[in-house]
């Protein structure tokens, strides 16, 4: 009876949370910072950075981005018991120098939070989190890698200033696909797969084989 409802449902009527503005409505909010908190609690919960305890929303009109861009990117000034400040961006587009266009707002972001009469020391580290509905490389079928800046030889880390994360939508709605999720135990596969679960780009309905099969 449940799969006959939901196979009623016009794709139409069903909202794709990776639209811009669909995901500035549920992230962006100040009425939802709750919600984002835990969100990036559990993206970051990968590299062991410390809990986010508070969060606001910047400006992401300001700097020298293209419209499309403006649109896609949610910025956020993030407070954890180590100070970090996290940039937040998603990509929903197929586009062009994904991985050049990511450091270039980490760089403005990691600028901005200069003020006068800091000291470099002062600054705030920067990550950067970019939600992608493509996937962007092929060294590996993972759908979450992290990347920082390690010495070449003795692969020890230079600086915990930089951090990127990328995560690659289809990728994951491959493995779920294939069983290769446990969204039950899972935090982060469970806000990702809400995300990716309508592909308005595409139009797909991604859901449980058993729930869509009957009807």
């Not at 609690?41 to 403006?70: P, V, W, Y």
């Not at 901005?112 to 000291?119: E, I, N």
């Amino acid at each position: 009876m449940k799969s006959k409802v939901l196979k009623r449902i016009p794709l139409e009527r069903l909202m794709d949370l990776k639209i811009d503005y669909a995901f500035k409505q549920l992230f962006g909010n100040e009425k939802n910072k709750e919600i984002t908190v835990v969100f990036l609690n559990a993206i970051l919960q990968k590299t062991g950075r410390n809990h986010i305890i508070d969060i606001s929303f910047e400006n992401t009109e300001a700097g020298g981005e293209d419209r499309d861009d403006k649109r896609s990117r949610l910025d956020l000034l993030v407070t954890t018991d180590a100070g970090e400040v996290i940039n937040v961006e998603i990509q929903f587009t197929n586009r062009h120098d994904m991985i050049k266009r990511s450091m270039y707002y980490w760089a403005g972001t990691y600028r901005r939070s200069f003020k006068k009469r800091m000291a470099y020391k002062e600054l705030h580290p920067v990550i950067a989190i970019n939600i992608l509905n493509f996937d962007i490389f092929d060294r590996t079928d993972r759908f979450h890698t992290t990347y920082h800046l390690y010495e070449d030889e003795e692969n020890f880390r230079l600086t915990n200033d930089m951090e990127f994360h990328f995560i690659e939508m289809p990728k994951l709605i491959n493995d779920w696909k294939a069983n290769k999720l446990d969204p039950w135990n899972d935090v982060l596969a469970r806000w990702l797969l809400m995300l990716g679960i309508i592909d308005r780009k595409n139009d797909k309905v991604y859901a449980d084989k058993k729930l869509w099969k009957a009807g």
